[in-house]
């Protein structure tokens, strides 16, 4: 029965998972938008070969032109593509399809083949086991991939290309092109080039290295080895040869070269599975199948011949649509017949394919792209910062070319006699004069390459190497180092990392994220019993038990199950009384109703489960004597209380997001069909037979009406009991099969699994015809632990004033007891509670609860942030509040027009929960609170469900958790266990905010004063652009002078330490209140940055007016004394001096000096001019005593303002500095009595470990 | 089952570990010294500027005070009194056929000490003007005539005179300053003057070659024969290399500010209290056209160069300041003590007070 093992058991599975397939081939904002309604939208639109696919055609069309709707004929006319092509292939050909619709392969079918064979590409044909004919139409590509992006000869030309994409470049390379004007040439030809020379070559280096390293690997990639059939057997051939069309073979845990349809396994039934861990990250077995068709005659038995039909390349690695036709039957190919790239072959023995895509075609490498990038807060900033910069420039280059204009237009008539201008030369021609106007445009053009430093390009790339730096330590911190998963924090976003100090709202998932996802088996309701009771001694798991069975369990499995003693004795009993029968079916169903693979491995007995619901239901059927031990597309075999059973599997319909419910058909040894039944409370009681309905449900003895009502009502309160006990809820049902229904349904589902288009929807209507009148049999609860150290995190998370707010799809009573014993709800809070299931009530809820708690309505963020700060002050508000809204509020209550009440609400509440939300209300969520505040929010998540709302926040946290890496794969930093995140904000995130922040206004400041400094220069040299300072020195200024250090401190400081921080959460409120960075912050400096221009200029000026001093020695001057300036600036905002800090600053310094010497040796050409100057002006005191009087009277104002704002107006953060001085002791009993936190880390328990974090369990 | 984070990296695990090392540098946790400005700091820190700016301001002002110095302005005193006019002065200067020397005294007000340095001083002269700065050649100041065409563009607008190069090029030596100055005793003795040694030695060295001599230069030419448009300022001695001619390397090495004095000369002998010295000033520098003044400047130096209080005031003021201010903080701190790390102070402990400052 070979639909069976094509049912495509995963094709239902597509739904949550295109959203990962999607978001890897997309970027972040397709991610949860592109409509999955049905199966073609699985398509990845942004893929360039698809570009015709977007003017098509809804599923509808397609389906309409596959199943011969009237419709079809519009292939002929509308713009056809690959794939409704390859479908009117498939259609008019293969027999299934054309038995049924017979007009499609009259009408579609003769039509559609010679347009695919004229516009050959829209479709790729392969021919099994003849690479040449395959190749010889088509050029596809071969298995030689390239990840590097440069060989040697277009390395220089594509990396300067690449490297001229940032706006910075283009704007140094204008500089540079202006430069050459001779008109304008205010540098050397050399000098000017230098500092473009300088980043280009930097970056050059670095993206080489980084080549080199991808070259090795591909070629390291491209010369393994694989089994490839030519000349009649199978030989060993490198990857790099392997073409398409050709025949492989592959061992056990070997990795698939490229993208292959499989032809035959080891396995009779075709079946073999993979690892997919380097393409998704998942790390559980996949199932794939060979077409029955082929299975049988690989090359290894008998020739084969056939040819495989497929779409071209595209990057969506949950979509394959092709056909195999082989012996003149066609064969419908799906994404499990395919194996990609990346795989590893586990758990089968060899596999038998032929290659359909190779080499760069590869799905895995299309896939390759790079993370998306996003900015920080503290960079858009800046950037408004910066363009006030440039303004300045102008300024200041207006000014210059106005005074150069009216100095020319004065004295015009005087000019060609002045000693010192000439505007004629001896032959009597006019030399580079232009009259008044001309000569003002050409001094402003040369201002602007004069004081081009004003505009901080070297910032950029600062920052780059600065981020870098904190990543480093970041990633090293051992305290976010997770020990059982063996996973750092890693950081997959570059450029944000001072976010993570400004965060105001923190998103975060509930399993997985707060709990551990581990979920272990707790209680069973059975037939309107709960059986909870625990067998102390079955928890560890070991041999004690009177069972032989278990005890395999125990052992091989390594599951701590908690069994209940009732339960297992009634289950030894025979199957008499109605509560055994409810107690075996009970098991039955969690035994079969899964898709969980056992495996066996060495003799051991492992279960594949993707779901981990599923796999502790499994293994506690396992534990009461249903132990799953084999599985394959068309039987389960069980193993009932020590009696082998095989049950034949006649149809699945697979658990997805939108039925929330699996349920199973099997045919019993006992030839009676089954359906078994497993879901959601709500997905699944809808179903369950009404006591009136009884009659026809034919679900036999069990269905008493009376007894069912009983088991309903039974049922429905421990299910209410479980949840408030914050335990994972399922129900369980079944249903015998009449005939009868049984056939309808068959018919309607072998029809719905073998179709191309529209599966998901035909399968789901199939199950509907049998998924009613359902005999309840009972619940299961499952217990997900919380991680260690949640409440602890929390606590100190709400302290520090971030706002928690958790989003979990569990129901509203498993939402606030997990919130209760997280923490994050406390008994004195006050909740409000919205459930409204219309509009109009919802509005109404909110309304209310505003009116009552007397929360003003604003749209003014400042005021509300004030209500917030009151609140946190304990002072105005009576009670705190808590907001729990579910799901089908929140449906209404984020439509625009009722989401301003919600976020007032929302914002006047300390805690808000939001529970049974689907993945995109999370991302709704968040992006409501984006659009509304300007605060900093934070998503954290653990599953597929959590990506597009880690891609909406502004930082997005991944958990590498149970549930797949798709999260940490969309995420800007990732980490092993959610009380990470208090670390990795409070101390991390508030020393990234601090650094950079200090980093950029010191820039702003180092550039600014400079070129001040040169401009008032200028007002002295008859506006022109002449600079004191030689050349070299200017160029050298950002570059070599005066970067490190910068760098070094943006690396290094620290104003607090962790313990401190730490121990004080509500420091962190210092980032979101950007203190660190605010304009009145940059406007402060750019007064102090005007002062001490003003001073580097105005000391050496009196000092040296009316004497010999020349232009160099002058300039040597100047030059000595900004860069000393600028340095000691730096030393005394310096916070935390270690030896590397002493070593950059005071090392710059001597680095600059010997350069002033080492330019003042060289007697080369360009260099003459400067030759001893700096050696004359050091020998003489006055250049001494000049530095010496420029940094105190510059610093001066700066030292006072900072001692009187200590004084006056102190800082947290100085305070807390103070505190830290004063003795640790005194912090410690500070942070016990005064801190307004209720738990607060211990001072002295260093380092903090998460040993505390377990007493609260 | 996680009790990572307490241990060190000690023990290699079986399987691979991602733990990172732990060392006090990864971990952030060198020895660092964390400087807080405390008021003891602050107040000793201004006490201490103030220790050691006000004796050197002190010195800086007797060294300056120390210094001898006669200043005689004469670009419009040695003119005859009938010109008065910018045009008459132009025209005046031109005019090579009028004597232009005049006869000046001096008063030595205190006894100067040998070397008594002789500068002139000239005022708006824009020697730092772009265009100015460039015209020269450094190369051709070395190597002379083979220096390549190319290497002397940057000499415009005066790089050659009859389509034949122009040794030295450029506007800087082209307006050489050609004033001189002879001067004597009252009973007529004269006063040598030293033009030896008033450049800098590498200068003469490294940047004027001793193999060049000045050639097809226009200051050289003779005034009658041609336009007085071509002659700018002194003329060169065609025997003598350029690495001799220290007037023209002291007038190359451009100044920084458009008042500037050059070294003219230095007088080795003392010159007594009192004393008058005469001087015969030949006029014929033309500043005229810019109104520039022009000074004669008779100086003794001190270690810390000419007279120039600036440096003495400001080291006394900002010595004064500082104390002055170590004073303030120090009553601040006195009467509004705030004991070190007053918890009272933190935002949140702060009542009524929202944001903190910001």
């Given at each position: 029965m070979f639909f069976g093992r094509n049912s495509f058991l995963s094709s239902q599975e597509e739904q949550p998972r295109t959203e990962n397939g999607e978001r890897i081939g997309h970027g972040p904002s397709r991610s949860s938008t592109g409509s999955r309604s049905d199966g073609s939208a699985h398509l990845d639109v942004s893929d360039p070969s698809f570009e015709s696919f977007r003017e098509l055609v809804s599923g509808s069309d397609l389906q309409s032109e596959v199943f011969g709707a009237p419709g079809s004929m519009q292939s002929e006319n509308a713009p056809a593509t690959a794939r409704s092509r390859l479908f009117s292939v498939i259609s008019s050909k293969g027999p299934q399809a054309h038995d049924r619709h017979p007009s499609s392969s009259s009408g579609a079918g003769g039509p559609a083949l010679p347009a695919a064979r004229t516009d050959a590409r829209k479709e790729r044909v392969v021919y099994v086991d003849n690479p040449g004919r395959t190749n010889e139409n088509f050029e596809f590509s071969g298995n030689k991939v390239r990840t590097s992006k440069y060989t040697l000869i277009s390395f220089l030309p594509r990396n300067l290309f690449e490297q001229f994409h940032r706006v910075a470049y283009i704007y140094f390379l204008l500089i540079v092109i202006l430069n050459q004007i001779p008109q304008l040439a205010v540098f050397g030809r050399l000098a000017s080039l230098f500092p473009l020379l300088f980043v280009l070559v930097v970056t050059a280096i670095k993206d080489g290295y980084e080549d080199w390293g991808r070259h090795r690997s591909d070629r390291e990639e491209n010369n393994r080895l694989s089994w490839v059939f030519q000349n009649g057997r199978f030989e060993p051939k490198r990857w790099k040869k392997i073409e398409a069309g050709e025949v492989v073979k592959i061992f056990q845990d070997e990795s698939i070269p490229c993208d292959i349809v499989l032809l035959g396994t080891s396995d009779a039934n075709g079946v073999a599975y993979v690892q997919t861990i380097n393409l998704d990250g998942e790390t559980n077995l996949k199932t794939r199948y060979a077409r029955q068709e082929s299975a049988s005659k690989h090359p290894g038995l008998a020739p084969i011949t056939g040819k495989v039909v497929c779409e071209p390349p595209n990057r969506n690695i949950y979509d394959f649509v092709a056909y195999l036709e082989i012996d003149d039957t066609q064969a419908p190919l799906g994404p499990n017949n395919i194996i990609l790239r990346g795989c590893v072959l586990k758990n089968t023995a060899w596999i038998v394919g032929v290659v359909v895509y190779a080499g760069k075609e590869t799905k895995a490498m299309l896939n390759s792209s790079g993370a998306q990038s996003k900015r920080s807060r503290l960079e858009q900033h800046m950037n408004k910062e910066t363009l006030w910069l440039s303004f300045f420039l102008l300024i200041i280059c207006i000014a210059g070319g106005v005074g150069m204009g009216k100095w020319v237009h004065d004295h015009d008539s005087d000019l060609n006699n002045f000693p010192y201008y000439k505007k004629r030369d001896t032959a009597d021609k006019k030399f580079m004069y232009y009259g008044p106007f001309g000569e003002g445009v050409f001094a402003f053009l040369s201002f602007i390459i004069m004081f081009q430093i004003m505009i901080p390009i070297s910032l950029y790339i600062s920052m780059e190497l600065v981020r870098l730096g904190q990543s480093y330590f970041m990633v090293r911190d051992v305290e976010m180092f997770h020990a059982p998963s063996n996973s750092r924090l890693q950081c997959r976003a570059l450029n944000i990392n001072e976010d993570l100090g400004q965060v105001k709202y923190i998103f975060s998932d509930k399993t997985g994220t707060l709990t551990e996802n581990k979920m272990e088996f707790h209680s069973a309701s059975i037939g309107g019993v709960d059986?909870?009771?625990?067998?102390?001694?079955?928890i560890s798991g070991?041999?004690?038990?009177?069972?032989g069975m278990q005890v395999e369990v125990g052992s091989h499995l390594k599951s701590g199950v908690r069994l209940d003693p009732n339960l297992l004795e009634l289950l030894q009993t025979e199957v008499t009384s109605s509560e055994a029968t409810f107690v075996h079916r009970y098991m039955l169903v969690l035994a079969a109703c899964n898709t969980v693979v056992p495996t066996r491995h060495s003799g051991s007995l492992q279960y594949q489960a993707e779901s981990p619901d599923e796999q502790a239901l499994v293994f506690a059927a396992s534990a009461y004597g249903y132990t799953l031990l084999d599985r394959t597309t068309s039987t389960i075999v069980l193993d009932v209380l020590g009696e082998q059973k095989s049950y034949k599997i006649v149809g699945i319909h697979e658990f997805d997001s939108v039925r929330k419910r699996m349920s199973i058909v099997v045919e019993c040894p006992d030839n009676t069909y089954k359906l078994l039944v497993k879901g959601a409370d709500t997905a699944v009681m809808d179903i369950i037979a009404r006591p009136s309905e009884q009659v026809e449900s034919g679900s036999g003895s069990l269905a008493d009406g009376h007894l069912q009502a009983g088991v309903l009502f039974a049922t429905q309160r421990h299910l209410d009991f479980y949840s408030t006990q914050g335990l994972r809820t399922l129900v369980v049902a079944f249903k015998d099969l009449g005939q009868p229904e049984f056939e309808e349904w068959h018919e309607k589902y072998k029809r719905a699994s073998t179709a191309l288009v529209d599966r998901v929807k035909l399968l789901r209507e199939a199950a509907s015809l049998i998924e009613r009148n359902l005999a309840l049999l009972g619940a299961t609860a499952i217990e997900d632990r919380l991680q260690d150290g949640v409440p602890e995190t929390i606590s100190s998370l709400r302290n520090s004033g971030i706002k928690v707010w958790v989003l979990t799809g569990d129901k509203q009573e498993t939402a606030i007891s997990i919130g209760f014993s997280c923490a994050l709800l406390t008994p004195d809070m006050e909740k409000v509670i919205v459930n409204a299931n219309t509009k109009e009530l919802c509005v109404e809820k909110l309304k209310s609860a505003i009116r009552e708690h007397g929360i003003t309505e604003t749209k003014d963020v400042h005021v509300v942030e004030k209500n917030l700060n009151a609140v946190k002050g304990d002072s105005t508000r009576k009670k705190q509040l808590a907001l729990i809204i579910d799901g089908n509020s929140l449906v209404h209550a984020l439509s625009p027009d009722v989401e301003e009440l919600l976020f007032d609400l929302a914002v006047a509440c300390r805690i808000v929960i939001c529970c049974r939300v689907a993945p995109l209300q999370k991302a709704g969520i968040v992006s409501l609170m984006k659009r509304r505040t300007k605060d900093m929010t934070l998503a954290i998540g653990d599953g597929a469900n959590d990506v597009s709302m880690i891609q909406t926040a502004d930082v997005g946290i991944g958990l590498s958790?149970?549930?797949?890496?798709q999260a940490v794969m969309a995420s800007d930093f990732a980490l092993g266990q959610f009380r990470f995140l208090k670390r990795l904000l409070l101390v991390h995130g508030h020393w990234n905010y601090q650094r950079l922040a200090y980093m950029v206004l010191y820039n702003f400041y180092r550039n600014a004063v400079f070129v001040m400094m040169l401009f008032w220069y200028i007002l002295h040299t008859a506006f022109s652009a002449q600079t004191a300072l030689f050349d070299w020195n200017l160029m050298f200024y950002s570059l070599i002078y005066t970067s490190v250090p910068t760098i070094v401190v943006g690396i290094l400081d620290k104003d607090l330490s962790h313990k401190t921080l730490l121990g004080l959460p509500p420091l962190y409120g210092v980032g979101q209140r950007n203190e660190s960075y605010n304009s009145v912050l940059f406007w402060a400096t750019m007064l102090d940055t005007l002062w001490q221009s003003l001073v580097l200029f105005y000391v050496p000026f009196f000092t040296f007016q009316g004497t010999t001093i020349d232009i160099w020695g002058m300039g040597c001057l100047w030059a000595a004394a900004v860069v000393v300036l600028v340095n000691l600036h730096l030393a005394m905002d310096v916070l935390h001096w270690t030896w590397i800090t002493h070593a950059a600053i005071w090392g710059s310094i001597v680095v600059s000096f010997a350069c002033f010497f080492v330019l003042d040796a060289l007697t080369d050409k360009g260099f003459i001019a400067h030759y001893r100057v700096m050696f004359h002006m050091a020998s003489t005191a006055v250049f001494w005593l000049n530095i010496l009087l420029v940094i105190v009277v510059a610093l001066l104002p700066r030292f006072c303002a900072k001692v009187l704002m200590q004084k006056f107006w102190p800082s947290d953060l100085h305070i807390a500095r103070e505190l830290e001085l004063k003795n640790r002791a005194a912090i410690s009993e500070f942070v016990k009595s005064s801190a307004p936190s209720p738990r607060m880390v211990e001072l002295d328990d260093v380092p903090y470990s998460d040993k505390e974090s377990k007493e609260d369990e | 089952m996680s009790n990572d984070a307490a241990s060190s990296s000690a023990g290699a695990s079986a399987k691979p570990s991602r733990k990172p090392k732990y060392s006090k540098f990864t971990q952030q946790e060198l020895p660092a010294c964390k400087p807080l400005l405390t008021p003891g700091w602050v107040i000793a820190i201004l006490m201490l500027v103030g220790a050691i700016f006000i004796p050197i301001g002190a010195i800086a002002l007797l060294a300056s005070n120390s210094v001898v110095e006669i200043v005689e302005q004469y670009e419009t005193s040695c003119l005859p009194a009938n010109i008065t006019t910018k045009e008459a002065r132009i025209r005046y200067i031109q005019d090579d056929t009028t004597e232009k020397s005049c006869p000046m005294t001096l008063t030595v007000p205190k006894k100067m000490n040998n070397p008594v340095y002789v500068y002139y001083q000239l005022d708006h002269y824009y020697q730092n003007h772009r265009r100015y700065v460039k015209s020269r050649s450094d190369k051709q100041l070395l190597d002379g005539a083979s220096t390549s065409n190319s290497d002397l563009d940057s000499c415009k607008p005066l790089k050659q005179f009859n389509n034949t190069p122009i040794i030295p090029c450029g506007l800087i030596a082209w307006s050489l300053f050609n004033d001189t100055y002879l001067f004597s005793r009252q009973n007529s003795a004269p006063i040598p003057v030293n033009k030896r040694g008033i450049s800098w030695k590498s200068d003469r060295d490294h940047k004027f070659g001793s193999t060049v001599f000045p050639s097809n230069f226009p200051n050289n030419l003779n005034r009658n024969e041609s336009s007085s448009a071509f002659i700018g300022g002194a003329a060169l001695n065609v025997s003598q290399p350029l690495s001799e001619a220290e007037d023209l390397i002291v007038w190359m090495?451009?100044?920084?500010?458009p008042t500037f004095r050059k070294l003219w000369g230095k007088i080795e002998t003392d010159l007594q209290a009192g004393e008058i010295i005469s001087v015969n000033i030949t006029n014929v520098y033309n500043t005229y056209e810019f109104g520039g003044k022009k000074k004669l400047v008779l100086s003794t130096a001190s270690w810390l160069g000419g007279k120039n209080n600036f440096l003495g005031i400001a080291y006394l003021t900002v010595g004064v300041l500082c104390i002055f201010l170590a004073i303030v903080f120090f009553l601040i701190h006195y009467k509004t003590p705030r004991p070190l790390g007053d918890t009272s102070y933190l935002s949140w402990n702060r009542k009524g007070n929202v944001n903190g400052l910001s």
């Open positions: 059986y909870s009771n625990v067998l102390a001694a079955k070991t041999s004690d038990s009177s069972d958790g149970q549930e797949g890496r | 090495r451009s100044a920084a500010l």
